[in-house]
C-alpha cells in the first residue's frame, strides 16, 4: 500500500470548514484513499472513501486531485466533538477485511 | 449489537510481570486484528486471526507476545516479561468480509503501563 503525508496538526474554528490535505503521490491506480479519525480514549472509526470521484456523506466530504496524488477531507461545519486525529490510508481493497496501516495522523483541535 | 469490547481499559502492571487482555469481537465477526498504538503514533497492526486460524503475525509480535482466539469468538493477547517499551494502547478490531469498510469495527482499547 502507498504511504501518506500529512500535517500534524492543524487548528479550526467551530461552525467553520475544515480542510485536511493528504498526500499519497505513489499511490497506484487501484488503490483507495480511505480516512478515518480517532477520538481521545477511542479506537479509530472510518470516515468516508474514494477511488477518484469525489465522494460525500453524512460525515464529510472527500476531494480527490485528478492526478489522485492528494487529497483533501472537508468537514463541512465543524463542531467540538470533530476534536480528533484524523488518519488518511490508501489501500487496494474496499472490502472490510486485512490489515490497515495508519500513519501518524493529522491532530485536529476545533476551538470555541 | 454492543461492538468490540476490550477488557480491561486500564492496565498498570509492574515491568517483569505477564499481563493478559480480552477482546470480545461483534458476533457475526469472523475476522479479529490486534494493533498496538504508541504515543503520539497511528496504531501498527500486530496480528490477525480469521475464525480461530492466526494468519498473519507482524515482526511487531515478539516472542513474548502471544496471542489467541481458541474457539473463534474471543481473543486474548498475553505479554510476558513485560517491559516500559510495551506500554501503548492495545487496540482489537473485528470484520467479516462482504459488509464493506464500515464493517470494520475498532474496539476503545487496553491501555498499558508499565513501571
Known amino acids: 500500500d502507498a504511504k501518506t503525508t500529512q500535517p500534524p496538526s492543524m487548528d479550526c474554528a467551530e461552525g467553520r470548514a475544515a480542510n485536511l490535505p493528504c498526500n499519497h503521490s505513489?499511490?497506484?491506480?487501484?488503490?483507495?484513499v480511505y480516512w478515518y479519525r480517532q477520538i481521545h480514549s477511542q479506537g479509530p472509526q472510518y470516515i468516508i472513501h474514494g477511488l477518484k470521484n469525489n465522494e460525500t456523506n453524512e460525515m464529510a466530504s472527500l476531494i480527490i486531485t485528478e492526478d489522485r496524488k492528494s487529497s483533501t477531507l472537508i468537514l463541512p461545519h465543524a463542531t467540538l466533538r470533530d476534536t480528533a486525529v484524523y488518519y488518511c490510508i490508501v489501500r487496494v481493497t474496499t472490502d472490510s477485511w486485512g490489515k490497515l496501516q495508519f500513519g501518524a495522523g493529522t491532530q485536529v483541535v476545533v476551538t470555541p | 449489537d454492543t461492538g468490540v469490547s476490550q477488557n480491561p481499559r486500564h492496565k498498570i502492571t509492574k515491568r517483569g510481570q505477564n499481563v493478559t487482555f480480552r477482546c470480545d469481537p461483534i458476533s457475526e465477526h469472523n475476522r479479529l486484528y490486534w494493533y498496538r498504538q504508541t504515543l503520539g503514533q497511528g496504531p501498527e497492526f500486530l496480528t490477525y486471526?480469521?475464525?480461530?486460524?492466526?494468519?498473519?503475525k507482524s515482526r511487531l509480535l515478539s516472542d513474548r507476545f502471544s496471542a489467541e482466539r481458541p474457539k473463534g469468538s474471543f481473543s486474548t493477547l498475553e505479554i510476558q516479561r513485560t517491559e516500559q517499551g510495551d506500554s501503548a494502547m492495545y487496540l482489537c478490531?473485528?470484520?467479516?468480509?462482504?459488509?464493506?469498510?464500515?464493517?470494520?469495527?475498532f474496539g476503545s482499547g487496553t491501555r498499558l503501563t508499565v513501571v
Open positions: 486471526f480469521q475464525n480461530e486460524a492466526q494468519l498473519e
Open positions: 478490531a473485528s470484520s467479516i468480509p462482504g459488509q464493506g469498510v464500515r464493517g470494520y469495527t
Open positions: 505513489t499511490i497506484s491506480g487501484n488503490e483507495y
